[in-house]
């Protein structure tokens, strides 16, 4: 199974803040990677698919880079409604895994 | 806009069943494979299936933990995607959400929890 390495776990940031979240597969994947965001209580919302494309709706502070095995996710001005937990995911085999995910919170 | 409401969660014992819905609207949802995943407590999101569209001939595929145990299916003229759960054990007590799609997942649900537990 393809394994995914997500870091930081949890980051502080202060609003305006530049954030960058990383992550590695354990092999290459390609730019079958998406990123994600999920509140507390509601349901996870896709920011990011195949790497670097933003999903229709989603600011454009938001961003995805990479291929082959490392990954990175920026948001370029950090907002208040940004706080949350951001997941990646690979879909390089159909079982799509996802990484452990990074709790970003407001410092 | 996208909507997907799962339903039919609730406390049930070991060895029994239940059967999760995932009611949709918004898009055509004849067109789209459905995935399910679960979040047990403290621990990450899990796969569990799919079911593809039945243009690409509806067909399933489960992890592992599930097989053989677990069955998704859909409705197309009703849109809703069915979970069914057989000899549920303590370890797949989760939240379940339903998604569209099956490698990039576009929408998800609000999640239904189940508790296996005596």
């Known amino acids: 199974d393809i394994q995914m390495t997500q870091s930081p776990s949890s980051l502080s940031a202060s609003v305006g803040d530049r954030v960058t979240i990383t992550c590695q597969a354990s092999q290459d994947i390609r730019s079958y990677l998406n990123w994600y965001q999920r509140k507390p209580g509601k349901a996870p919302k896709l920011l990011i698919y195949d790497a670097s494309n933003l999903e229709t709706g989603v600011p454009s502070r938001f961003s995805g880079s990479g291929s082959g095995t490392d990954f990175t996710f920026t948001i370029s001005s950090l907002q208040p409604e940004d706080i949350a937990t951001y997941y990646c995911q690979q879909y390089d085999n159909l079982l799509g895994t996802f990484g452990q995910g990074t709790k970003l919170e407001i410092k | 806009e996208v909507q997907l409401v799962e339903s039919g969660g609730g406390l049930v014992q070991p060895g029994r069943s239940l059967r999760l819905s995932c009611t949709a609207s918004g898009f055509t949802f004849g067109d789209y494979a459905m995935s399910w995943f679960r979040q047990a407590p403290g621990k990450g999101l899990e796969w569990v299936g799919f079911i593809k569209g039945k243009t690409h001939g509806g067909t399933t595929d489960y992890a592992a933990s599930v097989k053989g145990r677990f069955t998704i299916s859909r409705d197309d003229s009703r849109s809703i995607a069915f979970l069914q759960m057989n000899s549920l054990k303590t370890e797949d007590t989760a939240v379940y959400y339903c998604?569209?799609?099956?490698?990039?997942?576009?929408?998800w649900g609000q999640g239904t929890l189940v508790t296996v537990s005596s």
């Open positions: 998604t569209r799609g099956v490698t990039i997942f576009w929408n």
